[in-house]
């Protein structure tokens, strides 16, 4: 899948769309990203740059596309299946190194080339798929994504018919011409030829409806039979999108040039229960994200995602409000918490708006308003507590603060002789084991649950029994290095904080067992409150 005319197109929603159609019908599907840039992965990249971070459960950091691959397909990704060119890089000069190439010249064209092919292919030789799903980062025409664009011709002689392009373009409207403009679409596609690329499929994402004689003009233009030039309306929401591209057949059309035969309907009974009640659903309930990030809608994408997942299983329309920790006073906090049915304190990194979390938390835990804590939050709640209930005025964690006295959030062992900062922090699904009577293990059911981790500092367990004895509990954690991963005030309401992430495992068709539970908490909250739930 290549992209054309601008960004943000949202390459990753059509690949995830089709990669649900497909298994759908009951084929075995996954899908990967590559990334032109230098970067060996996302993880040392800030929000501003890239959105949010994701984590594969192997301990990946990756695009957040790879988010919505799983949320999409309910398929757990891994490293393989997002690679950048710092990935490709790294690995070619690691073989020059190490005399692969003995006697040769290393250029871009084979070797690099060879390189993403190997990688390209990677997933489809284990065996355990049907079809590979493959976006290519960024647009044609970008110098950057060349040597991609260029595996993908090679890949495309090599694999024959096993192998198909899907592009997807913009066509813009212009307002005062009252217009649809294809050129873009046309001159995107030219430029793909032009590198050797003929597209079997073209997307046209479009903020309004193109007419039929418009598709068939670009499929006239572009070399591309009629059927196969399909439309991406703007929907209401992107988990709408499947539908709308099975509308346009876009899956028979990938499965009849593919030469893969088939019959009947995709089965897509679950999703559309799920979309039937994401449609249905009244009742707000009404959630406060307290973060640095406020202004990019990307940094906080699978809190986001699991919360709507979330909503709509508890019969409620998300009405989330991004609430800026930096702007968080003691003076302000009343007026900008009261009202809502439950918080969530962001994850983070840094000083940068952490008092105001400590103030949103204050509020938060005199209140007894259903309170989830995530990663840093989690921190913040235990530094909170420390500050305001233990008495240690001081208390910090060493991020904030390497000289605090009293260190209630501190860097773990294994961290302390990391000097590299890409990929080395705890990352990644660990197990941890909850107590009985938890609210958490009352979320999920279970006792043993396995998520995914991105930190290097973690509750200092020296102050466990002050915390305990004042009544908040360490409730879950890892069996084998005792790490405490959950806490929770029990003579609360719903006040939980994770260590690790839970938004990152929650799908459409598998919402996370703690966002239900906390929503459900906010909306028996909310009601008790006499919230008005109508808007
Ligand atoms: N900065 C904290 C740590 O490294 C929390 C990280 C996070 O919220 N993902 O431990």
Redesign the pocket.
Known sequence: MTGGVVSSLGKGIIASSLARLLLSRGYRVTIQKFDPYINIDPGTLNPYEHGECYVTVDGHEADLDLGHYERFTNIQTTRANNVTTGRIYQSVIDKERRGDYLGKTVQIIPHITDEIKRNVKLLGNTGDYDFVITEIGGTVGDIESTPFLEAVRQLRWELGRNALCVHLTYVPYLKAAKELKTKPTQHSVKMLQQVGIQPDVLVLRTEKEIPPNMLRKVAQFCNVSPEAVTQSLDVPTIYQVPLMMHAQKLDEIVLEKMGVPYEGEPDLKRWNNFLDKLKSAEKVVRIGLVGKYVELQDAYKSINESLSHAATYCDRRLKLEYIHSEKLTNSNVDERLRGLDGVIIA???GQRGIEGKFVALKWCREHDIPTLGI??GM?CMVIEFARNVLGLPEANST?MNPHTPDNVIDLMEEQKSVSNMGGT?RLGAYECVLLPDSKAAEAYGTTTVKERH????EFNSDYRDRFEAAGMKCVGENPATHLVEVVELPDHRWFVGTQYHPEYSSTVLDPNPLFISFLNAAITYGAEQGHDDNN
């Open positions: 994850p983070g990194f990663c840093l921190q991020e922090m991105r930190h290097r500092f």
